[in-house]
Structure formats: structure tokens, C-alpha cells
């Protein structure tokens, strides 16, 4: 099959991104693969979704650093949705929200588009619109979420603040990697307006209820068509432990992962969100979750599998790209 993977900019990509090694196993499983960033998609004159992209070399790689350079090395050419079988979009949007507005919203309407054409677009891209940003996590059943106020006035967030006996995480409603999230207590009060006008500044905020066992750090659970990703009987999880001083659980913010095994909290949440989820065209997504709550559902271009996988000594990409393999087979009428 050939797979289009849909990315901000090529040029940014880094061999410990989980889209790396989801692309390396497609290649070595002998699948065609492109790179494109969101600025070369384009819509043809004959009515298909193109991309000026770039084509995994036709070789052996060693590694997803020798891979990705490769990759990057090669001269992008111009491709239709009529050669692809799969358009897969691991693009972020919220990396693109300052720099690049314009950037934002093209993967999920090329998207669109090229579903209508036949293509097998990971994840669904009416899915993704819907899930655009963390007020999704309001579609799931309250039993297994924070208390949250989602809202750009003050006054909501004092009267939440109070009600949560002055402890809560403030966080704006669009975003990603743990940027501009903050925990505000009685330390805060001379700062607390400045915090929220300053997330204000770019649309809503988001505040939570503060959940003591945040202390312990979070768990990235992989789901896979809303059930659990597993391989040999392990599940594609891991548990990320901040920096003493910080609140934030995300590696690039200096958090540090180990492996995490599947709770009966966890259980009750996938139950919870699982049906939803699958029902949305979410394939491939990963849950954050802090105790027995659900905090967050990544959807876009969930990151860590690279680290369950070492962790847990079998290759979760593989079962991946093998489910892909199905999805394509049954669309086309083969299973």
C-alpha cells in the first residue's frame, strides 16, 4: 500500500517522533511511503487532493535517524489521491497556531477531501474537527474527568478557583506539549489575573479540578480503534514523572518515562471512552491520564510510542501498521 504521511514541515520532523517509526515500519514492511508538510498539499485542476512530497528511498536503513535523513534528502514530486491508499495525518495544529494560522486547519480539509476520494485518512478527519480541541474531553461521561469551566471571564474562573479550595490547573483551550499550562494556588493570588488574561489572549481557558495524585506524574495510554494497543500481552503505555518544581508531564518539558501496566482505573475509562472514540474514526490516539481521570485524549499526533516500545521490549509500531494493512484490505473489499 502506499501511505501519505502528513506532517507541519518535513524538514522539522526528528527521528524520536512516534511518526518516524510508524513510517520506518510501513517501509520495511515493503509499503510506499511520502513525507509531506502542510504547505505542499494542494487541490489539482482534475479534482483530486495532490501533495508535493517526498519518497522513502528504496533501500534498508539501520536506523530512524539514517531513515529520516534520507527521506528529507530526496526531491519532493508531485502525487494525487489516486495513487494513495492511506493519507495520514500526524500533522499538530496547535504547533502551527502563532507562526502559522493559515497552517491550522488545511490537514483535516485536505483531508476531508481526499476520504470523499477513496483514501483511507487516519484519523477521520470529521473526527479530528469535532476534536479540535480539549473541550472534546466534555463529550465523555463525567465519571471518569476532572471538574472543568471552559470560558475567557475572570469572574468564572475566581468562582471555580474558590469552589476548588483555591487550587486548580489553568490551561488554554487550544494547545499542546504542556505549553502555557499552570498550576494556580494561594502562591498566585498577586499573578492570577495576569495568568488568565494572558491565555485569554489567544481564545478560551481551560480550568480543572487539581488532582493530588498529578504529583505521581501521568499515564500515556495508547488506544487503537478505542481498545487498548497490545502486544505479547503488554499494553502500550507509559507513565512520565515530572521534574521536581514543574507540574507538567511532557517529555520534551524534561519529564522523565518509564513503563506503566494497565490499572483497573484505566480500564474503566476505556470502557468509558472507548465506543465514542471508535465511533469519531479515532484510530490511533493517546489518553492522559492522571489517577483514575481522564485529562486529556491526544489526537492528532500522539507521542511516546517509541518509548513504550523500548520499555516494554516488543514493537508496538508493528501492530499499527498491521491494522492498517486490514483497514486498507477491507476497503477495498479484500479482508
Not at 69 to 79: G, H, M, P, V, W
Amino acid at each position: 500500500m502506499t501511505i501519505l504521511f502528513v506532517v507541519n514541515q518535513v524538514r522539522k520532523e526528528s527521528p524520536g517522533y512516534t511518526t518516524t517509526a510508524l513510517a520506518l515500519e510501513a517501509h520495511r514492511r515493503g509499503h510506499t511511503v511520502y513525507y509531506v508538510g502542510i504547505g505542499d498539499l494542494v487541490y489539482l485542476s482534475d479534482g483530486r487532493v495532490g501533495a508535493h512530497c517526498r519518497k522513502a528511498p528504496n533501500r534498508e536503513f539501520r536506523s530512524l535517524r539514517t531513515f529520516l535523513e534520507a527521506l528529507i534528502e530526496e526531491d519532493k514530486q508531485l502525487t494525487s489521491s489516486s495513487e494513495w491508499d492511506v493519507m495520514w495525518l500526524r500533522n499538530d495544529p496547535a504547533a502551527d497556531m502563532e507562526k502559522r494560522p493559515w497552517a491550522q486547519d488545511a490537514g483535516v480539509l485536505f483531508g476531508q477531501l481526499a476520504s470523499k476520494q477513496g483514501v483511507l485518512v487516519l484519523n477521520h478527519p470529521d473526527g479530528l474537527v469535532k476534536a479540535s480541541n480539549k473541550i472534546y474531553l466534555q463529550y465523555f461521561p463525567e465519571s471518569v474527568r476532572p471538574q472543568t469551566v471552559v470560558t475567557r471571564n475572570m469572574d468564572d474562573v475566581e468562582a471555580f478557583y474558590r469552589a476548588q479550595n483555591q487550587r486548580i490547573i489553568l490551561k488554554p483551550l487550544k494547545g499542546s506539549g504542556g505549553k502555557n499550562v499552570f498550576l494556580l494556588d494561594k502562591k498566585d493570588d498577586k499573578n492570577r489575573k495576569q495568568i488568565v488574561e494572558a491565555i485569554c489572549r489567544d481564545g478560551f481557558a481551560i480550568a480543572q479540578e487539581y488532582l493530588p495524585a498529578a504529583k505521581k506524574g501521568d499515564t500515556r495510554l495508547f488506544l487503537m480503534d478505542g481498545r487498548p494497543l497490545m502486544k505479547a500481552d503488554k499494553v502500550a503505555a507509559i507513565q512520565r514523572i515530572q521534574q521536581a518544581g514543574e507540574i507538567r508531564s511532557n517529555i520534551h518539558q524534561g519529564a522523565r518515562a518509564k513503563g506503566a501496566t494497565m490499572t483497573k482505573g484505566m480500564e474503566t475509562i476505556i470502557e468509558a471512552v472507548g465506543p465514542l472514540l471508535r465511533e469519531d474514526g479515532m484510530f490511533l490516539v493517546g489518553l492522559d491520564i492522571v489517577g483514575d481521570k481522564l485529562m486529556e485524549i491526544n489526537v492528532f499526533s500522539p507521542g511516546g510510542l517509541i518509548h513504550a516500545s523500548e520499555f516494554h521490549q516488543v514493537d508496538f509500531m508493528e501492530e499499527v501498521i498491521i491494522a492498517v494493512e486490514q483497514k486498507v484490505a477491507n476497503l477495498k473489499g479484500n479482508p
